[in-house]
Structures are given as structure tokens and as C-alpha cells.
């Protein structure tokens, strides 16, 4: 017996909704905040090609309507399909990995493309939600004595390390560290002991002289430019310069939508990926930024308050994985577009032109709403109705 | 079962409470960077952004022109057209390296149809389009005709990429004929530059030699400035002049192009230069010297060939021989002589002086170029036919210091500061000169020969031209000028001081020599050209109101030796060019109402009688005929209108100078200019002293 509200019926904690219940219980507003992040997004494309939809916004919109027909199907998808099917999907995500790995197109001096003729996916962003998937299911039955086990650390540390190393490879030093983070985040949530995590870390720490070698040059590059950004003001230290100028001349208010200099002669690289926010906070300023961090943050807080409804242990390390992912990807892009850390290529969610990134957000949203769909649903601990 | 799950929520909501606080942190360390960017240090990024923005680019000032006293443009700007190709217009669709070449080639093959372009531009034009950005025009050819720019812009439409622009260029209409005087202008060099951000402006050029070195000043004037909105690329957005180019001054001559202009062409096939000067102002009226160098092409940019011939040449076209070429006055220095010894009261005007031929002083002989000897000379005589014997006894007389003040006092040996670079300043020595240069004690005849316009002393037809001037005004100490404009600027600018220095502001002051001698003298002068026995009397003018005084020099360049002088072997023609004598000139009109000087050396040219003074008399009836400093262009009387003698003598001046003109460059022949007559050249007789330079 679940500890739960007694409005709950038996019938709702076996899961056994219709559709129309279903799309009852999905959280419009949620909904609502996603498509005003999305349509801001939308709208700083279209101020990024110079005030056309072509090439970026137009396309973009077909992908967030295709997109958000995906979220709702994930969310009214019965959460146990995906508890059942989590370590295939993450299979799928880890042979697609090694595709890219042995067949992928080089694009942006990296290997993550895979190409689907309709379009390239990027397995490594799918690949975040498989892995918080597979380690929810892995640690939905397991209580603190399970995770006090050394050796039942050991599978999960494998589901992650994997994928890392192989993202690592490619290389994706922004996705392979959300990799761990989320996965890190969701250990950290399931009671693993801090100096587990003090070891993993330290060990990490004493690996980067080893991974150093191993980095590309741009990687070198970008991480030198980062410790001292003057290095190289033309060179590599262009970019995070050029950001800054663009964000601070944009001041409180900044310099109005369309009109900001910065991002419309080109000063700005990539304005309509990574740098999109720089783009934003130059034409509307702070106000404009705190704006959209705001409304990342809502979403963030919606993540939470799902997960404190959710009822049981596998939705609530789905929400809490997706949560995660998704702050990372706010914080890790915004911050690296103020120099705060060095750039690595991590989108802006939702509003930032890309398909993948898009999906995988989407997608991990679907997942989102799937918990708060299915919260009260009685789960046992392979997934079935009956413990 | 329960209890199990309780511990593991409490758990998990513990440390989701410290994940969201981690995050919260995360945030606010977002909202404070932004914070921290957009409001504390946002005035340095709007200026840094700003800075990305705009490109102060700097609009060049068209050069001032330099005109003549009558406002003739000697040096002017010229639209200079210029055809370039952009890359992006014709490349957009091409793919490979190989699409491009053919591409670039079928639109030069269509241009080379109207302009002909050359295989090394169109090697060039691929070269630079292939490193170039797109959008980066690249010069196919400059200095089109404006019938070539014409066809070029009606073929536009089917010449993609192709545009024409114009800019200015330095043009000189009489290009040889003043280049000394003007100089030229050619790119800054690295030395060059300085606070104008001007000089730094790609294709900038400033004066390099003449005129427009001295007052480059004045005629770079002020460059404009106008912001350029440009993207990262360089791309031109957005264009706003802020600040208007303010041209350069223009800056007047003394000149008379029209006389400058014939006295080139009267030069013209010599090594010479002459000095046209109006005695009462200093004014320089022409300035020529030859051969000469086409302007012009300083300014394109010579080849190095090109630069090897010009300073190759021994003939020496780079230098304004007239203020840079230093010889020995000769016989032209005699009035000098004359007035020292005069003022000194060691001779009377009308005291002899026995020739037989030549004169002792210490077991030297110094001969007279006369080799019988004048017999008894008077000064005026000894002035008409320059009798060497006479002023050798009277130098003895007055001794190197006197002459030496009095040749300082006509500007002999000094600086005249005309206002060109690479003047000189000629030599006069003096017994302290030479003890100080050389540590050696003056010798007697070293003043002899001094007394005839040889040895140490060296003067520059500019000298010349003043010391006749200072002659024919009665002693006033004339300044030669080429301009009323100071080359500095004054406090409000060129204009300003320009205003403040009238030419005339007070007369000159007096050189301090008294009229009478300065008449006899100039009674001299005149019995040369028109004395029965003058050594000039052929080229006078013999027509009331335009005779002219004059006094022929004739230095020699090496030694006569002893054994030439004993045969008698010596005749000019027979020298090699570099050898012969330089002839020299030196005269003044109309005798009287004196206007004009001039001074005129003929580089071995033979003799001052028959190779200086003809040119001087052609030059000279031609000044007298404009009469640049009373009447202005239009009022002087043509030439068919001169009475018969007087027009038959222009008549010949004139083709004599069309002559010259046409076979420029080569010396001309003999023969062909000067009739072959065995002349009275007065042929200065070598002072037989041991260490004496020629």
C-alpha cells in the first residue's frame, strides 16, 4: 500500500485511464510555459536571419509542432512501457553511439551526426534521456542497504561510463559531462554515500592530466581561452569576447528587438545556436534575460513539484533526471556564453535552432508529463501492477 | 517494506531540497555574471561594441594646386579611373577552383575587348580574387582613357562584377617643362611618417622634391573622416561623412609658364638652366633646367630602369642644375670684381690698363684668353671684350677680401634660401675662408684668378641672376622668390600668412655701392652686347627700348696644358662633351628701364659667346615680349605685330625653340642650332698655380 491521498482510486493506481482521463491529468500549463519558451525562442530566430523566418524560424516551427505531437504521445504513453523498455532504448542509444563512432559524417570538427535521411540525429542527446531511463529503472527497487552495496554500483557506473567515454570520443566534452552530471544527480537522489561520490570525483580530478592528452586542440584551445581569455582575442578568446561585448552593451534594457549590432553584423558567432542567448540579453537586455531564466526556472520548479506529486521511485528519477538535464543545459549554455565556464557546445533549450536538441528536450518534457500523468500509479518493482 | 520506502523518500526528498538549493546557487550565480555584465560594466562593452562597429575611415583631401603668377595650373588633379572586379558577383555559383579561374576569364576576356589588359594584370587579378574576401574590389587597371571608362560603363550589363571608380591623381599639363621647379609627389615612406594620419592612408602621396616638397603643407590639407558601420567581415554597411576633406591651398608661383615653357624648349638638347628674374621684386620669373623628368610618372611609380637611366645619365635630369649646379662664374664675375675695386678706390673707371697677352706675379704667367693681348683697356673695354689681363691687375689691387665682401654683398657664394630643396650655395673665398677650410695662407695669384670668376670660387645661375639683378636696380638687395606663399602656416592657416607677406612690403634695402660705379659698370655690360668689339655683339638686340647689357663667361672644365697652348690645338669640337667648356651668360633688360636679369650656363657648351649668349638672347626677347611683370596674358603684342627687325629676330627665337624642342634629349648637332663661326669665346686661361681646383 502506497502512502497517497485517499481521493487516489484503486483504478487510477492500476493505471487503468482512458484517454480522455489522460490528457485530464497532463499539466496544460506546463504545456503553455514550454510553447512561450519556444515561441520567444522562435521569435530571436527570426531576429537572427535579419527578420525572416527563413532559414532558422520557419523550420524550427515545423520541428517544435512535430516536436510537441512527440511530447504528448511520450506523456500519454503508459509510464510502465517505458520502465519496461528502458534498458532496450538505452541499448538502441549505445548502438547508435558506436554508428556514429564507425560511420558518422564529420560535422563541427566532431563525429555526432547520424544521418536518418530525413534528418541527422544526434544519438549523444537521446542518449541523456535513455540513460536517465535506464539508471531510474535500475534504482526504482532499490533501497538505501542496495545502494550501500559497492558492487550493486557497479552496473550503474557501467550504464554511465559507457555512453561517457564514448561521447568523450567523439568528441562532446559538453555532452559527455551532462551525461554524468544527470546520471550523477540521480545517483546522488537514490542515497549514494557522499564519499563515493568525493572518490569519483577525485578520481576525475586525477584523470584530467591523463584526459588532457587526449583532448583536440580546439578543446586545448578552448579551455586555455577560458582560464585567460586574453590569450588570444582574434583567435579562439573571439568568440566568449565578442558574447561579452554583445551582453553588456545590451545594458538593462537593451537595444530593441532586431537592432542589436552585435548579433546583426555578425560580431556574434553562432547567434542562432549556442550564442542565442547572447543574442536575446543584447536586444533585450537583463530584463529581457531574467525573463527567459525565469521562465527556465518555472519549469525547473514544475520539474520538482512533479516529482514530489509522483508516487513512485521510477518517476520521480525520471523527473528529477530530466529536471536535471534540462537545468544543466540552461545553466551550462548561459554560463558559457558569459564566460562563466569555457564554451562548450551546449545548446539553449527550446530555443536555440536545432532538431535534436529540440527532440531530446521535447521528448524528456513527454517524460515529464508522463510522471505527472501516471503519478499515482502503483509500480512494483519490475514495473508491474502488483508488487 | 514501509518503513523502507519512508527512509528512502526522506532521503530523496533531503537531497533533492540540496540539489534544488545547488541549482539556486547555479542562478544566482547566472543573475549576478549578468548583473555584473549588462549593468556594472556595461558603458565599456556599448563602447567596445561601438568600436566593433564603426571604422573611422579617412576621406583624403584633394592636393592644392600650384598655378602660376597668372593662375596657369602647373600642377593640377586628375580624375583618375579605375576599373575593378568584385569577386562575389561572378563567383557565387562556382564550386570549384577550377569553375573560378574560367569564370574571372570570361569576364576579363570581355573587358579586354574595350580596355586591353595585359597577361600579367589578368595573372594578377586571378591571384588576388582567389586571397581576397568576396566582397573586396579587386583593381584591374587604373589610369583608363575616359573613352575606354565610357564604353566600360554602357557595357556594364554585360560585364558582371566589373565596376569603375575614380580617384584623383597628381598631373603635371607641362610635365618636363617646370619639374624641377614643381618637383613631384610619390608614396610616403616609412620615414615619412608622422602625426598626419594622412600619410598612412594606402595610395597617399605627399612632395617629394620642389615645390610640392617645400610647401607640401600647404597643399596636403586637412583629410575628412566619415564613420563606416561595418559587420565583422569588413563589409561596408553604412557610410556618414562627419567631417568634410578640407582641399589643400592652392599655392601661387612667381612663374610665367609661358616664359618657363620657352625658356625649357630654347634649353632643351643641352645640359643647361637659366634664370629669369624681375630686378625690383626678386620675383623668379623661370626657372629651367634641363634635361628634365617627366613628373608624371613619379607619380604612377618608376620602374627601376626607369630610375637607373635618370640617375645614370650624365647630364644629371634629376638636378635643378640652376640651383643646384655650382661652376665657376668665369668672366660673368668681372662686374663684381669691378665694383670692389671701384669701392675700394683702387681703380677709376676710366684708368688703363696695358694686355699684352698676359701678366707675372711671382714667376707665374697668367695669360689673357686673347693671345695678343687687348692693349690699352679702359673698364668699359675691359668689360666688352673681358679682358683677363685688366682684371688681374685690378683683383692684384684690391686684394681676395674686398672682392670676396662685394661678390657676399651680390649673393655670389651665399645662400638665397629661394625656398627649393637642394639648393646651394656656391663658393666665394676669402683668406680667412681659406685658412679656416684649407690651413694654408692666402696666395696672391690665387686672387688673380679669383679675379677673373676661376678657381675657388663657384656660383649657381641663381647667383647669377641675383647678382645682375642687384646690379641693374642699382644696388638693392632684391631676394629671389617663387612665391608669395610662406611655406609654414601662419597662425590662421596658409592663407593668413600668405596675406601677411606681401611681396613688396618695403623696398629692399640698398647693397650699399655707389651709382656711378654701378653705371660704369653697367656701361660695360651694355658694350658687350652692343659695343662695337663685344664679346656678345652678335646677339644683342639692336632695337631701341629692348637692348640688352650682358657679360659672356666661359669656364674651363679641365686644364689647358702647356703643350696645347704652344700648338694651339684646341679646338672645342674636337673635345669630348665632357670636356668642353661650360658657357655661361649673364644679362639684364631693357637697358634703359631695366626689368629683367637672367643667367643662363650651357654645360659644355663651348664658349659664353656662342653657346650661352644666343639662348639668354632669345630667352631674353621673349620676357621682354610678355613683359610678365607689367602685363598680364593677352596684352603683350603677338609677334606679328613686333616691328620687321624685332619680329625677324622673335620669328627666329621662336624656331630656334621649336627646334631644340623636337630633337629633345640628344645634344643637338652642330651646326644645326649655332651658325659655325670661329668666335671671339674669351677662353679662361688656366692660372698656372699648384693646387688651384677647376
Known amino acids: 500500500m502506497m502512502l497517497g491521498n485517499e481521493f487516489t482510486s484503486a483504478r487510477l493506481r492500476r493505471g487503468e485511464m482512458t484517454l480522455g482521463e489522460k490528457l485530464w491529468q497532463v499539466s496544460w500549463s506546463l504545456v503553455l510555459v514550454i510553447m512561450v519558451v519556444a515561441a520567444i525562442g522562435l521569435g530571436m530566430l527570426y531576429s537572427a536571419a535579419n527578420g525572416s523566418w527563413d532559414p532558422w524560424a520557419s523550420r524550427q516551427a515545423t520541428r517544435f509542432a512535430v516536436g510537441i505531437a512527440l511530447m504528448l504521445t511520450v506523456a500519454l504513453t503508459d509510464i510502465r512501457f517505458w520502465m519496461r523498455y528502458a534498458y532496450v532504448f538505452y541499448g538502441i542509444m549505445l548502438v547508435l553511439l558506436v554508428a556514429v563512432e564507425i560511420k558518422g559524417t564529420i560535422g563541427m570538427g566532431a563525429q555526432r551526426w547520424i544521418d536518418l535521411g530525413i534528418f541527422q540525429l544526434q544519438p549523444s542527446e537521446l542518449m541523456k534521456l535513455a540513460l536517465v531511463l535506464a539508471l531510474a529503472r535500475y534504482f526504482h527497487g532499490a533501497d538505501l542497504e542496495d545502494v550501500r552495496r559497492l558492487s550493486f554500483l557497479v552496473p550503474p557506473i557501467f550504464l554511465v561510463l559507457v555512453p561517457f567515454g564514448l561521447v568523450l570520443r567523439q568528441p562532446d566534452l559538453g555532452t559527455a559531462l551532462m551525461l554524468a552530471a544527470g546520471s550523477g544527480a540521480i545517483a546522488w537522489l537514490v542515497g549514494v554515500r557522499l564519499w563515493i561520490f568525493a572518490l569519483l570525483l577525485g578520481g576525475g580530478l586525477a584523470a584530467i592530466p591523463v584526459a588532457w592528452q587526449f583532448l583536440h586542440g580546439y578543446q586545448k584551445n578552448r579551455v586555455l581561452t577560458f582560464l585567460n581569455p586574453e590569450r588570444d582575442p582574434l583567435g579562439a578568446g573571439y568568440h566568449i569576447l565578442q558574447s561579452k561585448i554583445a551582453l553588456g552593451s545590451g545594458g538593462m534594457f537593451g537595444k530593441g528587438f532586431m537592432a542589436g549590432t552585435q548579433a546583426h553584423l555578425n560580431f556574434l558567432p553562432e547567434k542562432q545556436t549556442d550564442f542565442i542567448f547572447t543574442m536575446m540579453a543584447e536586444e533585450f537586455g537583463m530584463v529581457g534575460g531574467l525573463v527567459l531564466l525565469s521562465l527556465y526556472v518555472i519549469l525547473v520548479i514544475y520539474g520538482f513539484a512533479i516529482t514530489f506529486r509522483c508516487r513512485h521511485q521510477f518517476g520521480r528519477l525520471v523527473a528529477m533526471g530530466v529536471t536535471m538535464t534540462f537545468f544543466l543545459y540552461v545553466f551550462i549554455n548561459i554560463a558559457m556564453v558569459m564566460g562563466l565556464i569555457p564554451v562548450v557546445g551546449v545548446p539553449l533549450p527550446l530555443i536555440s535552432y536545432g532538431g535534436t536538441a529540440m527532440l531530446t528536450l521535447l521528448l524528456g518534457f513527454g517524460l515529464l508529463l508522463c510522471v505527472f500523468v501516471h503519478r499515482d500509479i502503483q509500480m512494483g518493482r519490475r514495473g508491474s501492477y502488483d508488487d | ?694
Open chain 2, 1 to 694: 517494506m514501509k518503513q523502507r520506502d519512508g527512509d528512502r523518500a526522506k532521503m530523496f526528498t533531503r537531497r533533492a531540497a540540496l540539489l534544488g538549493g545547488f541549482q539556486i546557487t547555479l542562478v544566482g550565480a547566472l543573475v549576478g555574471r549578468m548583473y555584473y555584465l549588462q549593468v556594472v560594466e556595461s558603458d565599456r562593452y556599448k563602447t567596445m561594441a561601438e568600436e566593433n562597429r564603426f571604422n573611422l575611415r579617412l576621406l583624403p583631401p584633394p592636393r592644392g594646386e600650384i598655378v602660376d603668377r597668372f593662375g596657369m595650373p602647373l600642377a593640377v588633379n586628375r580624375q583618375n579611373y579605375r576599373v575593378s572586379i568584385i569577386g562575389e558577383d561572378i563567383l557565387r555559383h562556382v564550386r570549384s577552383a577550377e569553375e573560378r579561374e574560367a569564370a574571372v576569364s570570361h569576364t576579363l576576356d570581355a573587358l579586354s575587348r574595350i580596355a586591353p589588359l595585359s597577361e600579367y594584370d589578368r595573372a594578377r587579378v586571378q591571384r588576388e580574387l582567389k586571397r581576397r574576401r568576396g566582397f573586396v574590389p579587386v583593381t584591374i587597371r587604373e589610369n583608363l582613357t575616359w573613352e575606354e571608362m565610357a564604353s566600360i560603363q554602357v557595357n556594364k550589363p554585360d560585364l558582371p562584377g566589373i565596376t569603375i571608380d575614380e580617384g584623383l591623381t597628381r598631373f603635371y599639363p607641362f610635365g618636363e617643362k617646370a619639374a624641377h621647379l614643381l618637383g613631384y609627389v610619390s608614396s610616403v615612406s616609412e620615414e615619412e611618417l608622422g602625426d598626419d594620419p594622412l600619410l598612412e592612408l594606402p595610395g597617399f602621396r605627399i612632395g617629394k622634391q620642389g615645390i610640392e616638397k617645400v610647401y607640401d603643407l600647404a597643399l596636403r590639407g586637412h583629410g575628412g573622416t566619415s564613420r563606416v558601420e561595418v559587420n565583422a567581415l569588413g563589409r561596408v554597411i553604412d557610410e556618414q561623412t562627419t567631417e568634410e576633406a578640407r582641399p589643400g591651398a592652392e599655392v601661387p608661383l612667381t612663374i610665367d609658364m609661358r616664359l618657363q615653357d620657352f625658356a625649357s624648349k630654347r634649353l632643351a638638347g643641352e645640359s643647361a638652366s637659366a634664370v629669369v628674374i624681375d630686378i625690383h621684386t626678386g620675383a623668379i620669373l623661370a626657372m629651367a633646367s634641363m634635361p628634365a623628368f617627366d613628373p608624371n610618372v613619379f607619380t604612377r611609380g618608376l620602374s627601376n630602369n626607369e630610375w637607373k637611366d635618370l640617375v645614370r645619365n650624365p647630364r644629371s635630369p634629376l638636378s635643378n642644375k640652376a640651383i643646384a649646379g655650382q661652376y665657376s662664374p668665369g668672366s660673368t664675375f668681372k662686374m663684381v670684381v669691378a665694383l670692389a675695386a671701384l669701392e675700394g678706390g683702387v681703380i677709376q673707371e676710366n684708368q688703363t690698363v696695358f694686355c699684352p697677352g698676359h701678366t707675372e706675379l711671382g714667376g707665374h704667367r697668367f695669360h689673357c684668353w686673347k693671345r695678343g693681348g687687348h692693349g690699352t683697356m679702359n673698364l668699359e673695354n675691359a668689360l666688352a671684350q673681358s679682358c683677363d689681363v685688366y682684371f688681374y691687375e685690378v683683383a692684384k689691387r684690391c686684394g681676395i677680401d674686398r672682392i670676396s665682401d662685394m661678390a657676399k654683398r651680390f649673393g655670389v657664394g651665399e645662400m638665397l634660401n629661394v625656398g627649393l630643396p637642394g639648393e646651394r650655395p656656391g663658393l666665394m673665398p676669402s683668406r680667412a675662408w681659406k685658412t679656416a677650410t684649407l690651413g694654408e695662407s692666402w696666395h696672391q695669384g690665387e686672387t688673380l684668378v679669383a679675379g677673373i670668376g676661376q678657381g675657388y670660387v663657384l656660383s649657381t645661375p641663381l647667383q647669377l641672376a641675383v647678382m645682375v639683378a642687384r646690379i641693374a636696380n642699382g644696388g638693392l638687395k632684391v631676394e629671389p622668390t617663387l612665391s608669395r606663399m610662406t611655406p609654414t602656416p601662419g597662425e590662421q592657416g596658409f592663407l593668413d600668412a600668405n596675406a601677411a607677406s606681401p611681396l613688396l612690403a618695403k623696398p629692399p634695402p640698398s647693397i650699399g655701392v655707389t651709382k656711378a660705379h654701378l653705371d660704369a659698370v653697367r656701361g660695360g655690360m651694355f658694350a658687350v652686347s652692343n659695343g662695337p668689339r663685344g664679346t656678345a655683339r652678335r646677339y644683342g638686340i639692336p632695337i631701341e627700348g629692348w637692348r640688352l647689357s650682358g657679360k659672356t663667361g666661359t669656364t674651363q672644365v679641365r686644364r689647358i696644358s702647356m703643350r696645347e697652348r704652344e700648338t694651339g690645338i684646341r679646338r672645342e669640337e674636337d673635345l669630348p662633351w665632357e670636356l668642353r667648356n661650360h658657357a655661361l651668360f649673364v644679362c639684364y633688360a631693357p637697358e634703359d628701364a631695366p626689368r629683367y636679369a637672367l643667367a643662363i650656363c650651357v654645360e659644355h657648351g663651348g664658349g659664353g659667346s656662342s653657346a650661352a649668349a644666343p639662348v639668354a638672347r632669345d630667352i631674353m626677347l621673349e620676357t621682354l615680349r610678355l613683359d610678365p611683370a607689367r602685363k598680364r596674358p593677352g596684352e603683350e603684342p603677338r609677334v606679328e605685330d613686333l616691328p620687321p627687325e624685332l619680329r625677324a629676330l622673335m620669328e627666329e627665337a621662336h624656331a630656334k625653340a621649336e627646334m631644340t624642342s623636337a630633337v629633345y634629349g640628344p645634344p643637338a648637332p652642330p651646326g644645326l642650332l649655332e651658325e659655325e663661326e670661329d668666335d671671339e669665346d674669351e677662353t679662361t686661361i688656366p692660372p698656372n698655380l699648384e693646387g688651384t681646383p677647376l
